[in-house]
């Protein structure tokens, strides 16, 4: 296989990969798993697990790069609004309104923001989108799969996955 870059979706009932080379779709897959488990987490665990081996090991996923999104579920993503503020004043804003808006103490989560791309009138509100996801599930997520020796290049969840994909 040539280079190509695989997106893969871990959700709650499944994984489902796309390989894109070249703008061209390659490759799909859907890898479902039981969803009758225990429902413990370390059950959902092996089973993400299970399903990203049979995966790497039916498609032959080397080297490429690898983004993967995680479930939406266990992410935060809020649109606000910001008082009007000069732009170059944007971010530290966003800063300040993060730390009251994202439900868990700052320094715990991995998190960032959208401002939306629309015209603005003098003095009006600008939007914005923070998303936030809880530093340790990624952590969690991808020492359950280090052993895996995936090329993994970035990880991120539903809404930013296709929000990137749009504007690229």
Known sequence: MGKGVWGIDVSKASVKAVRLEGGALTQVAV???ET?????????NAQIKSALKQLKTKYKIGAEPVVFSLPSHSTFNRLIKLPPVDDSKIAETVRYEAQSQIPFQIDEVIWDHQLVDRPYNPGEEKEVILFAIKRDIVEQFLNQIAELNLNVEAVQFGPVALF???VQ
């Open 36 to 44: 009758a488990g225990t429902g413990e987490a370390g059950d959902a």
């Open 31 to 33: 890898i479902p798993y």
């Open 164 to 166: 990137n994909f749009l």
